[in-house]
């Protein structure tokens, strides 16, 4: 009977949450429930030693913690402690291997799992902290159930465009548990620089991992800094690294790069190339720093011919490097590599064409699936397993590989079918190294990938059920987890690699850890900003992005105007703006503005005390005959580059800056633009023209061709002229393709500007079809 009182009573008082007000715990746990009352952690609370290493590990880790940021001492006692306690209940035996539960009751704590699942329980702990280090530790009446979905959790980070000292790689494998990943992927050799000791091979630090200057600015850049970078990481390091990540269960998987990416080791020894009596090429248009006479660390980003040669010599450098490596990483992965290998030197070579007669390969990608696949026996035959990226895939996959996808999903989907673990990186999704503001304050890559396209990714592509895709167990069979993948080219600081991946790294820890039914956008926005307290409380910097002003830009109700549009997700303020850049009156926003005339305008969020909340954005409109006028696309622009959508052509909006404000980019890949506008009445026209981007670098090309063709009643189309902007490579500079007209009247317009094709050999991206990027149609 007492026990029914009491369990009544129990029931009363529990408050079974989904999702609680005040609790902000990322990733969301498999099961939390909480009732009414607190749990007071202070210098009273006595904590339990324990024999188990793991138990007694997270027992200094959490006592440290708490001392250091709260000044709370808790005191050690035996394995059964008494009195308000916090119990640390190590159990190899739980339910699962990374698992944990807490429990928190008025008198107790009590922190249960595996080695693993205690040190995950430890990190959840600590987001039930106050992100301030003053006040009374008030936790709550908890009890929490949880394990992950994704037996593989990463992040990669690229050492090589810049590198990073080893008390920042542990800062960043701290930045990892905390969100509760288990794998660091390392990049760490490509053409910019060579970053780990190879004993046998000693130039591959003296030469390999210097070069003499670095390019300004996005590539090609506006000059070059002449300031040498260089850095490597000693055998010493690298173990001791590899030990502080494996006591916070985090496996390192190292990469070497190969057969492309070769710059760094080539410049060390010129016999790994086909041609090791050919200099290095400067890439058109990038400004050089020193001798470019002989092989050369480049200094430039993209991708570069002179590559590993499959020879014998090759093999035996390759085999002993990665001896090396796998002496220093218990990882089973050993990542290889293998993308952006353009085959030219294998087709100039006489050595590699014998070679492909000789062992009956069809072409040169049957070649570079011969190089994997020879790898992959090695690596092998260590016990080891190859990961590469998904390229690995041209001319037949090697058998026992596991495939990054990167190019987007349809690698990850042509493996996942070959019967291969995937591990999902897709550059639409989880590019850290993307812009998260449309607005951008610094330098990116380009791209434009918000919080909300990070949380709202689906590893198990949607082509395969969920019994294709799960053992079971439930557990994804083929796809082992995904990774966000943070490339430095733009990344020259820990700030600034903190601030790509803050709040980011947040989003994607509850695609990768959270089950599929409780992920939720609304809780996890909840959530943030208890999350960015907490990347403050840890002294790390990240992005405010999700709270920037977000600006759109629609056609009026009449087609004669545009209408602006301002919102925040920051409740606090209010929205201002002002008319130009030198007038000081300001307005307050209440509704969308009406826009009809040329003129730059700005607004920010302002708090009462007419302080700001968030930066200030510009926005410049130009007006032109076609402005706000209704226009159709006959094929949608790519998904990853929609703008917002074929309105984009014309909303009055010609961006200054590259890549920088890519939402105001149409991209269509390997795709033609064909657009026809409807300026509302016959007009004179003198002038048509086309906006585009040229940027080799990022597969970027203009048109092959553009015709403008005119009617009068929608139907019946004339072509007026087809301009070409350039052949065999001899682009024009200017972005604008253009063509004037004299006595031409026409109400409606089609523009169909072909796609430049495949991208040529030894371009960036060769032999994969070219992207189109439009902006604006101008009519004059
Ligand atoms: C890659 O981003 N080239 C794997």
Not at 284 to 289: F, I, V
Not at 420 to 446: C, L
Request: charged fraction near 20%; charge should be neutral.
């Amino acid at each position: 009977m007492k026990n029914i009182i009491i369990l009544s009573l129990l029931l009363i008082c529990t408050n079974t949450f989904g999702q609680t007000t005040d609790i902000a715990i990322i990733p969301e746990p498999v099961s939390l429930k909480v009732q009414k009352g607190s749990f007071l952690l202070d210098n009273n609370v006595t904590i339990n030693d324990n024999d188990l290493e793991g138990a007694k590990n997270v027992m200094h880790m959490l006592t440290g913690y708490l001392d250091a940021n709260y000044g709370v001492k808790l005191s050690i006692t035996g394995p059964h402690p008494n009195g308000r306690s916090i119990r640390i209940e190590q159990d190899n035996q739980f339910n699962q291997k990374e698992g944990y539960g807490i429990t928190i009751t008025h008198d107790f704590v009590v922190l249960k799992g595996t080695a693993q699942g205690l040190f995950y329980a430890v990190q959840t702990f600590i987001q039930l902290l106050p992100s301030v280090k003053n006040g009374a530790l008030n936790l709550p009446l908890i009890s929490i159930n949880d394990y992950p979905r994704f037996g593989y959790r990463g992040m990669h980070l690229d050492v090589c465009r810049h590198f990073f000292p080893t008390e920042f790689v542990k800062k960043y494998i701290d930045y990892l548990a905390f969100h509760k990943f288990n794998y660091f992927h390392w990049h760490l050799t490509d053409d910019q620089g060579w970053r780990i000791e190879i004993k046998k091979y000693e130039k591959l630090i003296t030469i390999g991992s210097k070069r003499n200057g670095t390019i300004i600015g996005r590539y090609p850049g506006t000059g070059n800094d002449n300031t040498p970078h260089g850095g490597f990481y000693t055998q010493d390091e690298i173990r001791d690294v590899v030990k502080y990540a494996a006591d916070r269960f985090i496996t390192i998987i190292p990469e070497i790069e190969m057969p492309g990416h070769a710059s760094a080791a080539i410049a060390a020894y010129p016999d790994l190339s086909c041609f090791p009596d050919e200099s290095t090429q400067v890439p058109k248009g990038a400004a050089w720093s020193g001798s470019t006479t002989g092989k050369q660390v480049q200094q430039t980003w993209g991708v570069f011919e002179d590559v590993f040669c499959p020879t014998e010599n090759t093999f035996t450098f390759l085999e002993n490097v990665l001896d090396e490596v796998m002496a220093l990483f218990p990882s089973k992965y050993i990542h290889i590599g293998g993308d952006e290998c353009p085959k030219e030197s294998w087709k100039r070579s006489p050595f590699c064409q014998q070679l492909i007669k000789e062992k009956g390969l069809k072409d040169e990608n049957g070649l570079q699936s011969y190089f994997i696949q020879r790898i992959e026996k090695y690596v092998n035959s260590k016990g080891k397993s190859i990961v590469g990226w998904d390229e690995i895939l041209e001319g037949g996959l090697a058998p026992n590989a596991t495939v990054m996808s990167w190019r987007g999903e349809k690698g990850g989907i042509a493996a996942i079918k070959e019967g291969h673990h995937v591990i999902m990186t897709p550059d639409t999704y989880v590019y850290f190294d993307h812009s998260q503001n449309k607005h951008e304050d610094s330098v990116t890559i380009g791209g434009y990938l918000p919080l909300e396209k990070v949380y709202n990714y689906e590893p198990v592509p949607p082509v395969f059920t969920e019994a294709q895709a799960s053992d079971s167990m439930g557990k994804a069979k083929f796809v082992l987890g995904a990774q966000a993948n943070l490339w430095t080219e733009y990344i020259t600081n820990p700030r600034k690699v903190e601030y790509m991946i803050f709040p980011r790294m947040s989003a994607l820890s509850e695609v990768v850890w959270t089950p599929k039914a409780k992920k939720d956008w609304s809780n996890y926005q909840r959530k943030l900003p208890a999350m960015l307290k907490r990347y403050e409380f840890m002294g790390a910097s990240y992005s405010k992005s999700y709270y920037d002003l977000q600006s759109s830009v629609l056609p009026s109700a009449d087609f004669n105007g545009l209408v602006w549009k301002l919102e925040s997700k920051n409740k606090e303020g209010h929205i201002i703006y002002v008319k130009g850049r030198s007038n000081n009156a300001t307005f307050n926003y209440s509704k969308s503005l009406v826009i009809s005339a040329n003129g730059e305008y700005g607004a920010a969020l302002s708090r009462k005390d007419h302080t700001f909340i968030s930066n200030w954005i510009w926005q410049k409109f130009a007006f032109n005959k076609a402005t706000g006028k209704k226009i159709i696309l006959k094929d949608k622009p790519a998904d990853n580059y929609p703008g917002s959508g074929a309105f984009t052509l014309v909303n009055g909006i010609v961006t200054t800056e590259k890549l920088s404000q890519s939402s105001e980019w149409l991209g269509f890949l390997g795709k033609d633009l064909d657009a026809t506008i409807d300026l509302g009445k016959p007009q004179a026209i003198r002038k048509i023209a086309l906006d585009v981007l040229r940027q080799e670098g990022s597969w970027i090309y203009p048109p092959s061709s553009v015709e403008f063709l005119t009617s009068a009643d929608g139907r019946t189309f004339k072509s007026q002229a087809i301009v070409h902007p350039g052949t065999n490579g001899n682009w024009p500079n200017e972005r604008k393709i253009e063509k004037e007209f004299s006595n031409l009247n026409a109400r409606y317009i089609q523009i169909i500007a072909k796609n430049y094709g495949i991208i040529p050999s030894g371009q960036p991206g060769s032999g994969t079809p070219a992207w189109l990027f439009a902006d604006e149609i101008e009519v004059e």
